[in-house]
T-cell receptor, first 112, second 110 residues
Framework: DTEVTQTPKHLVMGMTNKKSLKCEQH?????MYWYKQKAKKPPELMFV???????INESVPSRFSPECPNSSLLNLHLHALQPEDSALYLC???????????FGPGTRLTVT | EDQVTQSPEALRLQEGESSSLNCSYT??????LFWYRQDPGKGPEFLFT???AGEEKEKERLKATLTKKESFLHITAPKPEDSATYLC???????????FGQGTRLTINP
């Protein structure tokens, strides 16, 4: 089983809203990732968690706040987003930071 | 600077017409090279990992090969359902972050 699940599939939020994206994997992977993807562009790394600790933050604005409650779950808390933050947000996981990454289906986020 | 270049940007083939996609990379050392398939609006689907020059992997109509400077994704007798964007990414030695190419948009016409 190489499944990563993400909820919700779609999210529309205003610039003053607070929302969260959720990601779950049950493959026993110890590294989890958040990516942002714009149309016709490759995924762009935002955060990496390794063994439930934040190991990489790609200088992401503080309006994006990641959280890793346990080894299977990854959240991305959103607050005061801008319209340019509208994108497909992808979660991925891998056995460790150097192994093949498996992506979830993504959350299509629209900020109005 | 680590860099990945995919060519062509877009490719249209007739069903059954075999071809190859190219992924050229410049890294100080390669830990792994990854191929993904992505359908519109969906997350990338993992296809292959290659670690060393000379390595080959196959899955159905797809075959990935690796040299010291590039990787090829060969598609044999493609079908319309093979239409997708194919992404190549490398993990440089000592790095924790994938370097992605811009992708090749493949369209297979029936």
């Amino acid at each position: 089983d190489t499944e990563v699940t993400q909820t919700p599939k779609h999210l529309v939020m205003g610039m003053t809203n607070k929302k969260s994206l959720k990601c779950e994997q049950h493959m026993g992977h110890r590294a989890m990732y958040w990516y942002k993807q714009k149309a016709k562009k490759p995924p762009e790394l935002m955060f990496v968690y390794s063994y439930e600790k934040l190991s990489i933050n790609e200088s992401v604005p503080s309006r994006f706040s990641p959280e890793c409650p346990n080894s299977s779950l990854l959240n991305l808390h959103l607050h005061a987003l801008q319209p340019e933050d509208s994108a497909l947000y992808l979660c991925a996981s891998s056995q460790d930071r150097y192994d093949s990454q498996y992506f979830g289906p993504g959350t299509r986020l629209t900020v109005t | 600077e680590d860099q990945v270049t995919q060519s062509p940007e877009a490719l249209r083939l007739q069903e059954g017409e075999s071809s190859s996609l190219n992924c050229s990379y410049t890294v100080s050392g390669l830990r792994g090279l990854f191929w993904y398939r992505q359908d519109p609006g969906k997350g990338p689907e993992f296809l292959f990992t290659l670690y060393s020059a000379g390595e080959e992997k196959e899955k159905e109509r797809l075959k990935a090969t690796l040299t010291k400077k590039e990787s090829f994704l060969h598609i044999t007798a493609p079908k319309p359902e093979d239409s997708a964007t194919y992404l190549c990414a490398v993990l440089p030695q000592g790095a924790q972050k994938l370097v992605f190419g811009q992708g090749t948009r493949l369209t297979i016409n029936p």
